[in-house]
Structure formats: C-alpha cells, structure tokens
C-alpha cells in the first residue's frame, strides 16, 4: 500500500482557479490509476477526476472543462487544475491511488483504491 499526500487547498473566490498536488509513488510502478475525490459537508464522497498508467482520464460530468488532471511522473505527482471554480466546488478534496488501470465506474465506486490521502480543503465563496 503506497502512501499518498495531497496539498494544495486554499480559500479561493468564485471564478479562481487552484492547483492541487498529489505525492503518489505508485507512478513509479507500470500500472496505475490515480484519483481525486471530493466531500462536501453531508454529501457523499464522489469522483472528480481520474488517470492511469495508459493516458486514460476521466472526469465528473460537474468539472469538465473546468478541472484538469495531469501526472509528472519524474516527480511522482499528479496535479488537479481547477479553473473557473464555483462555491458548490466547495469541498476537502482526496487524492487515491491504486495498482490497476481506472475505469469509469470508479468516479462512482472507490471501493478499489487502495491508498487514501488525508485530504486539503478547498473552499470557494461567492
């Protein structure tokens, strides 16, 4: 199990844009899926952003064209660049890795990560 840390969270005001980090070893490894989660206070953790080991994203209907997911893999990091953010964005965002390829299904199930991050909070007001 490879430990993540995510940073990067910050009070930002509607319409700001934000970059999130990941430290994630598991890029050094052949096969991988990245995610970023978000929780909102009393709403369910879900799926913001995913990528894998193959160049495959995947990205919430509610963030595409706003959110960006990209690894550095001589870094062993992976980014979320958030633009043109909303107060319903408002939420502590987790970073989550696993040794596989991601899939769709997964924006909705994280079941499979494997490792979790602690969380940083990003809060957007109007």
């Known amino acids: 199990q490879e430990q993540v840390t995510e940073y990067g969270g910050a009070s930002v005001q509607a319409g700001g844009s934000l970059t999130l980090s990941c430290e994630c070893p598991?890029?050094?490894?052949?096969?991988?899926?990245v995610g970023w989660f978000r929780q909102a206070p009393g709403k369910e953790r879900g799926g913001v952003a995913l990528?894998?080991?193959?160049?495959?994203?995947y990205s919430a209907d509610s963030v595409v064209g706003r959110f960006t997911i990209s690894p550095d893999n001589a870094k062993n990091m992976v980014y979320l660049q958030m633009s043109s953010l909303k107060p319903e964005d408002t939420a502590m965002y987790y970073c989550?890795?696993?040794?596989?390829?991601?899939?769709?299904?997964?924006?909705?199930?994280?079941?499979?990560?494997?490792?979790w991050g602690q969380g940083t909070q990003v809060t957007v007001s109007s």
């Open positions: 598991i890029l050094s490894y052949s096969m991988y899926c």
């Open positions: 990528i894998d080991s193959d160049g495959d994203k």
């Open positions: 989550a890795a696993r040794r596989g390829l991601c899939y769709h299904h997964m924006l909705r199930d994280s079941s499979e990560f494997t490792s």
